[in-house]
């Protein structure tokens, strides 16, 4: 049942308020000052003190003058594990990551986080946020890894310390589902499982997830 027209409407019997009728035309206005930036990582495994990142991709979003989020810019790099990180056999081969290929022309942890947190500061500026939010499937995962190789690196996060956005949670709300492949048939987005567990791949489908919710959702917070 669609409870979207209405500003003020009953959903099942629950009062649901929504302000469609708000223009919405900056990000910032949106979020409370807040830059939502979707992520995904592969990693060497589920510690993220022990195990390494080996890819990261971060998607920026755009938000037309209709109001309407869609995926923008996106930036990816392979990253070479830190020093001792514990390599664990079975997440590479989840992954199918070899850390070590060449032609993966894999750059340090502090050259990868200088080159994806640059674009990220730009957006901060350009939409006059104060903070990036990581939007993630699972999202507490990604955020401790990157959290743990800031530390490592010595190089400050653009992303707020705590606060994320989880497209699972939100999926279960909106969908009933949490998984990510069994969320996008339902929010009628193409996913190929064969394309799966790659950042590049994952950051791209939890963009158009997040912002098909949005979207739905739609206008200002009420």
């Known amino acids: ?15 649901v308020k929504h302000n469609h009728d708000k223009p ?41 003058k209709e109001g309407v989020f869609a995926p ?3 930036f990816f790099e392979h990253i070479l594990p830190f020093e001792n ?32 947190f640059a674009p990220i500061h730009t957006a901060l500026k350009q939409h006059h946020c104060q903070r990036a939010v990581l939007v993630g499937h699972n999202a507490w995962f990604d955020l401790l890894f990157i959290k743990a190789a800031a530390k490592r690196t010595g190089i400050k996060s653009p992303f707020h310390a705590f606060t994320c956005f989880d497209t699972a949670t939100l999926a279960g709300l909106m969908y009933g589902q949490t998984v990510l492949a069994k969320a996008m048939v339902s929010a009628k987005i193409p996913f190929d499982l064969n394309e799966a567990h790659s950042a590049i791949y994952d950051a791209e489908k939890t963009a158009e997830l997040f912002c098909k919710m949005l979207n739905r959702w739609g206008g200002m917070p009420a």
């Open 24 to 64: 919405l035309t900056e990000i910032k206005h949106r979020f409370r000052g807040f830059l939502p930036v979707v992520v995904d990582v592969e990693t060497s495994g589920v510690d993220h003190q022990k195990n390494a990142l080996l890819e990261m991709c971060i998607v920026l979003l755009d938000l037309n």
């Open 1 to 15: 049942m669609s409870c979207r027209s209405p500003p003020v409407a009953h959903c099942n019997g629950v009062l």
């Open 72 to 74: 923008a810019a996106r």
């Open 85 to 116: 990180a514990v390599l664990d056999p079975e997440s590479l081969a989840f992954n199918q990551i070899d850390p070590y290929q060449p032609l993966r022309f894999a750059l340090d942890e502090a050259q990868a986080l200088q080159r994806l």
